[in-house]
C-alpha cells in the first residue's frame, strides 16, 4: 500500500508533542469504543433481530476471534506498511466494517461485521505503541503511555452513556454508523496530521514464538490473564444484557449504572500498582483474583440493593489485575528475549478467552439456565486463579 503523504517522525530534539500524543489517543479511543459498544447495543439488538441469548453472546466470541487473529499479524502488516500506515488501515478498516455492521440483516451478517471490527481493531495496539514512543523522548515515555491509556478507561465510561444518548435520536443501527464514519474521520485526520510511526514493524519470528511456548510460567499467566480479562472486559460485555433481560432493568438505568460502576478505574489501578510494588506481582495477583471470583460470584446470585453494590465493587477490584499481569510478564522464568515477547502472545490468547469464550458461555448459560449462573460460574472459575499461581515462578526484576 503505497502513501501519498510522507510519514513524519518526531525528531529527537522534540521532548512532548500534545497534539500528535491527543490526536493518537483519540483514534485509540474510537478503536476501543468501537468493540465495546456492542455491549450496551445489545438489548436492542437481540430484540430487534430475534436473538437468543447464546446467539447474543457468540458474537462477542467472533469479535475476539478477530481481534486475536489480527494482533497476532499486526507486526507482518507494519513490516509492509510501517505503523504510521499499519494505523491508517486500521481505522480506515474499523471505518468500513462499522458501516457494513449497521447494515446486517441478521445473525450472519451481524457475526462477519464484528469478526472485521475484530481484525481492524486488533491492527491499532503494537503500531500504536511504537508511534507512541517515536513522538516523545524515552523520559517522557511514562507520561506519553498514561494520556495514551485513558482511551480505554474512558471507553469503558463514555460508550454506555454515548449508546444511552444517541438512541434518544437514532437506532442502534445509527450508533454503530455513527461510530463508523467517526472512525473514517481519525483515519483521514490522522493521514493529514498524524506524526510518528515512520518505521517498519518487525514481522512475528516463530523462533520467539517457540521459545515463549516454551517458558514454564507462560501457561500459567495465560489462563490468569483469561481469568482477569473475564473478569473485567468479558463480564462488561454481558452485563446490560443481564440487568435488561434477568433483573428487568430498562435499558437507560442499565447503561447508567455499568457506566458509572466503571468511573474508580483508573484510580484502583493506581492502588493496584502500589500493591503489586509491596507485595510482590503473585501475592497481587492471587488477591485480586480470590476476591474478584468471590464478587462475581456475588453479582451473580445477588438481588436488589446488593445487586447494585456488586456491580460497583466488581469492577473496582477486576482492573487491579492487570498492573501486577504485567509485571509478571517481565519477570517470568527463561531467555529475556523470550520473556520482552510474552505479552504479545499473552494479550491475544487472553483476549480470545476472557473476552470472547467467556460471554459467549454466559449466554449460553443464561439461556438454558440463568445469566446469573452464567456470571457466577466466572466467578467460581476466578477462584482457582490464586491455586495456579501457586505454581508460578517468578525470577527476580534485576535478571
Same mark, same amino acid.
Given at each position: 500500500?503505497? =502513501?501519498?503523504?510522507?510519514?513524519?517522525?518526531?525528531?529527537?530534539?522534540?521532548?512532548?508533542?500534545?497534539?500528535?500524543?491527543?490526536?493518537?489517543?483519540?483514534?485509540?479511543?474510537?478503536?476501543?469504543?468501537?468493540?465495546?459498544?456492542?455491549?450496551?447495543?445489545?438489548?436492542?439488538?437481540?430484540?430487534?433481530?430475534?436473538?437468543?441469548?447464546? =446467539?447474543?453472546?457468540?458474537?462477542?466470541?467472533?469479535?475476539?476471534?478477530?481481534?486475536?487473529?489480527?494482533?497476532?499479524?499486526?507486526?507482518?502488516?507494519?513490516?509492509?506498511?510501517?505503523?504510521? @500506515?499499519?494505523?491508517?488501515? /486500521?481505522?480506515?478498516?474499523?471505518?468500513?466494517?462499522?458501516?457494513?455492521? /449497521?447494515?446486517?440483516?441478521?445473525? #450472519?451478517?451481524?457475526?462477519?461485521?464484528?469478526?472485521?471490527?475484530?481484525?481492524?481493531?486488533?491492527?491499532?495496539?503494537?503500531?500504536?505503541?511504537?508511534?507512541?514512543?517515536?513522538?516523545?523522548?524515552?523520559?517522557?515515555?511514562?507520561?506519553?503511555? %498514561?494520556?495514551?491509556?485513558? $482511551?480505554?478507561?474512558?471507553?469503558?465510561?463514555?460508550?454506555?452513556?454515548?449508546?444511552?444518548?444517541?438512541?434518544?435520536?437514532?437506532?442502534?443501527?445509527?450508533?454503530?454508523?455513527?461510530?463508523?464514519?467517526?472512525?473514517?474521520?481519525?483515519?483521514? /485526520?490522522?493521514?493529514?496530521?498524524?506524526?510518528?510511526?515512520?518505521?517498519?514493524?518487525?514481522?512475528?519470528?516463530?523462533? /520467539?514464538?517457540?521459545?515463549?511456548?516454551?517458558?514454564?510460567?507462560?501457561?500459567?499467566?495465560?489462563?490468569?490473564?483469561?481469568?482477569?480479562?473475564?473478569?473485567?472486559?468479558?463480564?462488561?460485555?454481558?452485563?446490560?444484557?443481564?440487568?435488561?433481560?434477568?433483573?428487568?432493568?430498562?435499558?437507560?438505568?442499565?447503561?447508567?449504572?455499568?457506566?458509572?460502576?466503571?468511573?474508580?478505574?483508573? %484510580?484502583?489501578?493506581?492502588?493496584?500498582?502500589?500493591?503489586?510494588?509491596?507485595?510482590?506481582?503473585?501475592?497481587?495477583?492471587?488477591?485480586?483474583?480470590?476476591?474478584?471470583?468471590?464478587?462475581?460470584?456475588?453479582?451473580?446470585?445477588?438481588?436488589? #440493593?446488593?445487586?447494585? $453494590?456488586?456491580?460497583?465493587? =466488581?469492577?473496582?477490584?477486576?482492573?487491579?489485575?492487570?498492573?501486577?499481569?504485567?509485571?509478571?510478564?517481565?519477570?517470568?522464568?527463561?531467555?529475556?528475549?523470550?520473556? $520482552?515477547?510474552?505479552?504479545?502472545?499473552?494479550?491475544?490468547? &487472553?483476549?480470545?478467552?476472557? #473476552?470472547?469464550?467467556?460471554?459467549?458461555?454466559?449466554?449460553?448459560?443464561?439461556?438454558?439456565? &440463568?445469566?446469573?449462573?452464567?456470571?457466577?460460574?466466572? @466467578?467460581?472459575?476466578?477462584?482457582?486463579?490464586?491455586?495456579?499461581?501457586?505454581?508460578?515462578?517468578?525470577?527476580?526484576?534485576? =535478571?
Amino acid at each position: 500500500m503505497r =502513501q501519498s503523504r510522507p510519514a513524519p517522525t518526531a525528531p529527537p530534539s522534540h521532548t512532548w508533542m500534545p497534539g500528535a500524543l491527543l490526536l493518537l489517543t483519540a483514534i485509540f479511543f474510537l478503536n476501543f469504543c468501537s468493540r465495546v459498544m456492542m455491549a450496551p447495543l445489545m438489548p436492542r439488538v437481540e430484540q430487534s433481530l430475534n436473538l437468543s441469548h447464546a =446467539q447474543a453472546g457468540s458474537l462477542f466470541l467472533l469479535l475476539s476471534l478477530g481481534y486475536f487473529i489480527s494482533i497476532l499479524g499486526s507486526g507482518l502488516v507494519a513490516a509492509r506498511l510501517t505503523h504510521r @500506515g499499519n494505523i491508517i488501515l /486500521s481505522a480506515l478498516g474499523m471505518a468500513g466494517a462499522l458501516l457494513a455492521l /449497521s447494515l446486517a440483516g441478521g445473525l #450472519g451478517g451481524l457475526g462477519a461485521g464484528l469478526l472485521v471490527v475484530g481484525m481492524a481493531a486488533g491492527l491499532y495496539l503494537p503500531s500504536g505503541l511504537a508511534t507512541l514512543t517515536s513522538l516523545v523522548r524515552p523520559d517522557h515515555w511514562g507520561r506519553a503511555v %498514561a494520556v495514551h491509556e485513558l $482511551a480505554p478507561n474512558l471507553g469503558f465510561v463514555l460508550a454506555p452513556l454515548l449508546a444511552m444518548g444517541l438512541l434518544e435520536v437514532m437506532s442502534w443501527r445509527g450508533v454503530i454508523a455513527g461510530l463508523g464514519l467517526a472512525s473514517l474521520a481519525g483515519g483521514l /485526520s490522522f493521514w493529514r496530521w498524524g506524526r510518528g510511526g515512520g518505521m517498519a514493524g518487525q514481522a512475528p519470528d516463530l523462533k /520467539s514464538l517457540r521459545a515463549i511456548l516454551g517458558l514454564p510460567g507462560f501457561w500459567i499467566m495465560m489462563l490468569c490473564f483469561s481469568l482477569g480479562l473475564g473478569a473485567s472486559l468479558g463480564i462488561y460485555n454481558m452485563l446490560p444484557l443481564y440487568l435488561v433481560s434477568q433483573h428487568g432493568y430498562s435499558p437507560h438505568k442499565a447503561d447508567l449504572l455499568v457506566s458509572a460502576s466503571r468511573l474508580s478505574g483508573v %484510580a484502583m489501578a493506581f492502588l493496584a500498582g502500589w500493591a503489586s510494588d509491596r507485595l510482590g506481582p503473585r501475592t497481587a495477583m492471587a488477591w485480586v483474583l480470590g476476591l474478584c471470583g468471590v464478587l462475581t460470584l456475588g453479582l451473580g446470585l445477588a438481588q436488589g #440493593g446488593w445487586l447494585v $453494590a456488586m456491580l460497583f465493587l =466488581q469492577p473496582m477490584l477486576a482492573v487491579c489485575f492487570f498492573p501486577p499481569g504485567f509485571a509478571a510478564l517481565g519477570r517470568l522464568g527463561g531467555p529475556p528475549a523470550a520473556r $520482552a515477547n510474552a505479552v504479545s502472545l499473552t494479550v491475544p490468547l &487472553s483476549f480470545l478467552l476472557g #473476552g470472547g469464550a467467556l460471554p459467549a458461555l454466559i449466554g449460553f448459560l443464561g439461556e438454558r439456565l &440463568s445469566f446469573g449462573w452464567g456470571i457466577a460460574l466466572a @466467578g467460581a472459575c476466578m477462584l482457582l486463579g490464586p491455586l495456579f499461581l501457586r505454581r508460578l515462578e517468578l525470577v527476580s526484576p534485576h =535478571q
